[in-house]
């Protein structure tokens, strides 16, 4: 159907390039059509209708929900993007507006595309913030770094410095939102920096090993999802001791609710130096 290949809403416009033709259209039933012109599913995403009614595009933070990038602190306002022209301020709606090129577009959902989307994060949101759409876009390798970095070299006007900030920052081996946020905090200390390092003896990768020996680790809440997971960690936890690494490791509330006090711990852990045996 055109209008889930659109993502569950659309424009008049756009679904006739989909083929379906008018007659179609002009029979759909009211639990369709949303406004003069707009269709959408009953479950279609609240971003994707509200820019399908408004002749727009759903944008920063809610395109990057939509592709899939997540978020450190959720934002439940809608952001969507349009040409120009006058709109209502709408409850829980931010516009923006900026004349997008097809290239900037998603091909078939009313939303901006990845890279224009994780640009737009970049410019407005604090640098966590942007840090997380910017790692999971790397990381997922729906963006590349040579246009990323390419781009933010080119940017100019409100926000660009922010841009050109965040590349700087981000790291496409981060795994989650977690590890992004606890990799900016630990950029703060004058250390050696290591992302996902592997460890003789080690099943998996450790998320950050400082200054060549003091082990960090974002914890998540599945972590220990079962008995084999609590197994493994065990022995993931000998096999550092038996290396000679300290380990620290950090929950999301940790990082969350307290970044000053996890730098605190890193940092007084570092000044005591590594063991010597």
């Given at each position: 159907?055109?209008?889930?290949?659109?993502?569950?809403?659309?424009?008049?416009?756009?679904?006739?390039?989909?083929?379906v033709?008018?007659?179609?259209?002009?029979?759909?039933?009211?639990?369709l059509?949303?406004?003069?012109?707009?269709?959408?599913?009953?479950?279609?995403?609240?971003?994707?209708?509200?820019?399908?009614?408004?002749?727009?595009?759903?944008?920063?933070?809610?395109?990057?929900?939509?592709?899939?990038?997540?978020?450190?602190?959720?934002?439940?306002?809608?952001?969507?993007?349009?040409?120009?022209?006058?709109?209502?301020?709408?409850?829980?709606?931010?516009?923006?507006r900026?004349?997008?090129?097809?290239?900037?577009?998603?091909?078939?959902?009313?939303?901006?595309?990845?890279?224009?989307?994780?640009?737009?994060?970049a410019?407005?949101?604090?640098?966590?913030?942007?840090?997380?759409?910017?790692?999971?876009?790397l990381?997922?390798?729906?963006?590349?770094?040579?246009p990323?970095?390419?781009?933010?070299?080119?940017?100019?006007?409100?926000?660009?410095?922010?841009?050109?900030?965040?590349?700087?920052?981000?790291?496409?081996?981060?795994?989650?939102?977690?590890?992004?946020?606890?990799?900016?905090?630990?950029?703060?200390?004058?250390?050696?920096?290591?992302?996902?390092?592997?460890?003789?003896?080690v099943v998996?990768?450790?998320?950050?090993?400082?200054?060549g020996w003091?082990v960090v680790?974002?914890?998540?809440?599945?972590?220990?999802?079962?008995?084999?997971?609590?197994?493994?960690?065990r022995?993931?936890?000998?096999?550092?001791?038996?290396?000679?690494?300290?380990?620290?490791?950090?929950?999301?509330?940790?990082?969350?609710?307290?970044?000053?006090?996890?730098?605190?711990q890193v940092?007084?852990?570092?000044?005591?130096?590594?063991?010597?045996h």
């Open positions: 159907m055109a209008l889930q290949k659109c993502g569950g809403a659309a424009r008049w416009k756009t679904l006739r390039g989909l083929g033709s008018a007659h179609v259209l002009r029979s759909a039933g009211p639990e059509v949303i406004a003069r012109g707009t269709f959408a599913l009953p479950d279609a995403p609240a971003a994707l209708v509200t820019a399908a009614r408004v002749g727009g595009v759903a944008s920063h933070g809610s395109a990057a929900l939509l592709h899939g990038f997540g978020s450190w602190r959720p934002d439940p306002t809608l952001d969507v993007t349009v040409a120009a022209g006058s709109h209502s301020p709408q409850p829980g709606v931010r516009i923006h900026a004349r997008l090129c097809p290239a900037e577009i998603d091909p078939f959902r009313p939303l901006t595309a990845t890279l224009r989307t994780v640009l737009d994060c410019r407005i949101m604090p640098l966590p913030e942007a840090l997380v759409v910017m790692d999971a876009a990381h997922g390798g729906m963006v590349r770094r040579g990323l970095q390419t781009a933010a070299d080119a940017a100019r006007g409100h926000g660009a410095a922010a841009l050109r900030r965040a590349v700087r920052f981000a790291d496409e081996l981060a795994a989650s939102p977690l590890e992004s946020v606890l990799r900016l905090i630990l950029t703060i200390l004058d250390c050696e920096l290591r992302s996902q390092v592997r460890i003789p003896g998996a990768p450790v998320d950050f090993v400082l200054d003091l680790e974002a914890d998540g809440f599945e972590f220990h999802s079962d008995r084999q997971a609590y197994r493994q960690d022995g993931r936890l000998n096999a550092l001791a038996a290396h000679g690494y300290v380990l620290l490791r950090f929950t999301w509330e940790d990082v969350r609710f307290r970044p000053g006090w996890v730098l605190e940092a007084r852990v570092l000044s005591l130096g590594p063991r010597h």
